[in-house]
Nanobody, 121 residues
Framework: QVQLVESGGGLVQAGGSLRLSCAAS???????MGWFRQAPGKEREFVAGIRWNGGSTVYADSVLGRFTISKDNAKNMMYLQMNSLKPEDTAVYYC???????????????WGQGTQVTVSS
């Protein structure tokens, strides 16, 4: 069992930055970690993913160049640095763990409780 806890969400003005953190505990054998987000009335969508071993990354086109996913294996932590935030980035952001870095939510086995990010215009 893997436990994931997100933190770092909040309210920020458009153009601002936030850094989300995801703390992983338990049997941290999952090789893939990812960030997803879900806005009200919309489906959960992939934001970014990273391989726990190796560190290769994948991004959604909508955040490419603005968001950076990273990890600290020693601390079992994953991060999402979000720059140049836009109102359309407003959503609940979720940390997820699974076997493969893919863009589909059902492929991930473990999820955090989510952290709210609100970007005002």
């Amino acid at each position: 069992q893997v436990q994931l806890v997100e933190s770092g969400g909040g309210l920020v003005q458009a153009g601002g930055s936030l850094r989300l953190s995801c703390a992983a505990s338990g049997r941290t054998f999952s090789n893939a970690m990812g960030w997803f987000r879900q806005a009200p009335g919309k489906e959960r969508e992939f934001v970014a993913g990273i391989r726990w071993n190796g560190g290769s990354t994948v991004y959604a086109d909508s955040v490419l160049g603005r968001f950076t996913i990273s990890k600290d294996n020693a601390k079992n932590m994953m991060y999402l640095q979000m720059n140049s935030l836009k109102p359309e980035d407003t959503a609940v952001y979720y940390c997820a763990a699974g076997r493969y870095v893919v863009r589909t939510a059902p492929a991930y086995d473990y999820w955090g409780q989510g952290t709210q990010v609100t970007v005002s215009s």
